[in-house]
């Protein structure tokens, strides 16, 4: 297929394009209007883990300016809109009194989509715990079920009534591996108790958060975000394939498979999974951990070569980086691979019993340079090309794929990389918050015009 000559018109008229976004990446106010901390507030205080020692204090200070920001959306010729609740913005402790100004804030963002012709896509979690709540455990707790419910049942109740798509959770698999396993992420934990139990609370609140919704809103249109990606073995022998088999169940298998009624993965090379399936109990929780989601969200970052490495605990695997290998790669070191996402959409489909997939993010990162007013970001436009192009033809053989969300709108907060991964089509300075479309962002303008 040649990939400069498709058009968002082969997708169909009913295909969703759109951006995505999060609360923590991109609001700022981080002490405004009665918001309590998250995670990252203090992960970023605390940890020297965050590239160039910044905060999510400001980001791209989207609480003030998203009337702006809704309408650079629009203007680009996007119609749906993906964006996530702070928890601590609607609930300061967590658990306790509904901060009024946490809802009104929502309930004017979605209004602003609404009459600008931007469909409001809503993330219950995407990845800002309530620090009150990590406290007292956080994801490890068990009585995350409750914490979780309550906040789930808060916003579809305030904004169910104009809100229809709903992603119950974003990318489960990376805040729990990089938040309670390797502590790169909020909050820092590092080991695998903790981890076990934040696997199965997670898994356990994506299908509560679909109950949830349902049982508030009768016309609710309920999904969750999977992160996919591709493992190939180094080397065509035994220890590399079954090391790629491990990092397979991580980055693939552990949240899809429950969700879809499977229980967790097995793999008799993989003791991890007797010791998590034995510690959370697994065969007594298959039913509850499944939800008959209306949708599969789908997010591609890369595509992972791995070797048998007896060094890593359990999983005894580790990447051969992209870079070290001579292929093509972003400024992140992620390997670019569209192939290899066309065939990740495809096995997330042949598991049968998928309704429909919507692409829920899909972006690069790549050091732009602002010069005289504008940013040509090339290699972004032809990664867009090429991954556009290898939605298209899975849909053409038959995947019910319905969207496309591109992550993301303008620059943001890119968690432990700080502000200087840039994923945006819109370029933001951060000292002054001037947005300047970038030539990516004018490349998707032609593309959706109809
Ligand atoms: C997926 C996450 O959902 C998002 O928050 C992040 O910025 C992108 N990956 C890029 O790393």
């Not at 082969?10 to 995505?20: E, I, Q």
């Not at 290699?379 to 991954?387: E, G, L, P, V």
């Not at 089509?425 to 004018?442: A, C, M, P, W």
């Amino acid at each position: 297929m040649n990939t400069t000559t498709i058009s968002a018109k082969d997708f169909g008229d009913n295909f969703k394009w759109g951006v995505a976004m999060s609360a923590a990446q991109n609001e700022g106010a981080y002490l405004e209007d009665g918001r309590g901390l998250s995670i990252w507030d203090v992960f970023a205080r605390k940890s020297g883990k965050i590239k160039g020692n910044t905060k999510p204090t400001e980001c791209c200070d989207f609480y003030h300016r998203y009337k702006d920001d809704l309408l650079l959306a629009k203007a680009l010729g996007f119609t749906t809109f993906r964006f996530s609740i702070s928890w601590s913005r609607i609930l300061p402790d967590g658990v306790g009194k509904v901060n009024k100004a946490g809802i009104a804030f929502y309930n004017k963002l979605i209004d602003e989509c609404l009459i600008n012709g931007l469909e409001p896509m809503i993330t219950i979690y995407h990845w800002d715990l309530p620090y009150e709540l990590e406290k007292k455990g956080g994801w490890t707790s068990h009585l995350m079920r409750k914490w979780f419910e309550r906040f789930t049942t808060i916003c579809v109740n305030a904004f169910g009534d104009r809100v229809q798509h709903w992603i119950v959770m974003n990318e489960p698999s990376g805040f729990t591996t990089l938040g309670y396993m390797v502590g790169q992420h909020a909050p820092g934990k590092i080991g695998f108790d903790g981890y076990m139990s934040a696997i199965h609370n997670a898994a356990l609140c994506t299908a509560d958060g679909g109950r949830i919704i349902r049982s508030h809103s009768s016309k609710a249109i309920i999904g969750t975000a999977f992160s996919c990606s591709e493992v190939i073995p180094y080397k065509e022998e035994l220890l590399h394939i079954k090391a790629a088999a491990k990092a397979d169940v991580i980055l693939n298998r552990m949240f899809i498979e429950p969700a879809l009624g499977l229980g967790y993965p097995e793999d008799p090379d993989f003791p991890f999974l007797e010791k998590l399936y034995f510690h959370s109990k697994a065969w007594k929780y298959t039913r509850q951990m499944q939800f008959d989601f209306d949708f599969i969200g789908i997010q591609n970052y890369f595509s992972l070569t791995v070797k048998h490495n007896s060094i890593i605990p359990y999983i005894n695997a580790s990447e051969v980086k992209a870079s070290t290998r001579n292929v093509p790669h972003t400024d992140l070191g992620w390997e670019i691979n569209a192939d290899s996402f066309y065939r990740m959409i495809k096995r997330f489909w042949d598991y049968g019993n998928v309704k429909s997939i919507i692409v829920t993010e899909g972006g690069a990162c790549f050091k732009d340079q602002l010069k005289n007013g504008v940013v040509n970001d090339e290699k972004r436009i032809a990664y867009y090309q090429q991954y556009l192009a290898a939605v298209l033809k899975a849909k053409n053989e038959g995947v019910n794929l319905n969207g496309y969300l591109a992550w993301t709108l303008t620059d943001n907060f890119e968690w432990a990389f700080g502000y200087n991964a840039r994923f945006g089509l819109i370029h933001v300075d951060f000292e002054t918050q001037l947005r300047t479309i970038k030539n990516s962002g004018y490349w998707f303008r032609n593309f959706l015009k109809k």
